[in-house]
């Protein structure tokens, strides 16, 4: 196998994005303005105490708060806090929000959940909801269509696309499909990292691949010109993650309040994320050891230190 290219980096900062709010960097004085106010409900959406959720948003994709606001609007409707979202542009920065006290809630990748619960104590909210109102993703093998690739085994001597070391499933989860299908890396003719799921299905649309791994819902996302080589069994969903300090009369209103979105009015939200607009289920850390058996099987840069032991 070739050797492997992989981009080096990025020390990316996050972007902040008010949204129904008018002062911009007034808001959060100090890392503690959230916990003192708390509980004190007015009639003024201003002097409502901040809660902030971080997001992630892909390398050199427009930040844009429009798929967003629409959750950031219903909560700040539905609870007695107003919302505010933060964009990070690569994982690793998104667990970092979380352990700065940028945000209380923050979306975060099974991988990257994972350790935020090592190192921050983070605890899961709740895991969005797919578009057949499972709270499940999978990982999918794609190539294009008219492609001669027929199953996993037919990948040895063949170029691959996968996403970053903290993707769950465009890299974590593929390489253990892999290795069920006794398919080594080194059986490969070459393989690359991308930053994203998108990057990896635009190498596989450019032909510069022969296969990739993203998300489920990427690969609907390109299902007229991409198609399924393998789908992975279902796991659970990426959760929404609290920090471990975010006091519980806080953390209870907004799950009640994401829990509350109704699946059967998930056509309605069409101008949502596809990733939020489904509804949401309750989460718990035990959710996620198939996900842990996962990374003690499966070989990983840092040869699993980085993510604990179950």
């Not at 994320?273 to 509804?279: C, L, M, S």
């Amino acid at each position: 196998m070739k050797s492997p290219s992989r981009p080096a980096l990025l020390i990316l900062f996050p972007i902040v994005v008010t949204i129904g709010c008018n002062k911009a960097s007034g808001d959060r004085s100090s890392p503690d303005e959230l916990l003192i106010p708390i509980g004190q409900e007015t009639s003024s959406l201003d002097n409502r105490p901040l809660v902030i959720l971080g997001f992630m948003q892909p390398v050199g994709a427009v930040v844009t708060t429009t798929a967003h606001q629409p959750l950031m609007d219903y909560l700040t409707a539905q609870t007695p806090y107003r919302f505010r979202v933060l964009f990070s542009t690569e994982s690793e920065r998104a667990v970092g929000v979380l352990e700065e006290r940028l945000v209380e809630v923050a979306h975060l990748g099974v991988v990257s959940y994972l350790e935020a619960h090592i190192q921050l104590g983070a605890v899961p909210l709740v895991k969005p909801l797919n578009r057949e109102g499972e709270p499940v993703s999978r990982s999918v093998f794609v190539v294009r269509r008219g492609s001669p690739l027929r199953n996993l085994v037919d990948l040895k001597g063949r170029s691959l696309a996968l996403g970053s070391f903290h993707s769950t499933w465009s890299n974590l989860v593929p390489r253990y499909e892999l290795l069920r299908a006794g398919v080594s890396l080194e059986d490969l003719e070459s393989l690359e990292h991308f930053d994203d799921d998108e990057a990896v299905a635009a190498a596989v649309l450019e032909g510069r691949f022969d296969a990739g791994a993203v998300e489920d819902v990427v690969a609907y996302r390109h299902g007229d010109k991409l198609e399924s080589l393998h789908d992975s069994d279902p796991l659970p969903s990426a959760p929404l993650v609290i920090r471990d300090d975010l006091p519980t009369r806080v953390s209870q209103t907004v799950r009640d309040a994401l829990l509350s979105l109704d699946f059967q009015e998930a056509e309605q939200r069409q101008h949502w994320d596809e990733n939020i607009r489904y509804g949401f289920a309750p989460a718990a850390d035990s959710d996620y050891d198939s996900v842990r058996e996962i990374l003690k099987t499966v070989p990983t840069r840092c040869e699993g230190t980085c993510h604990g032991n179950p």
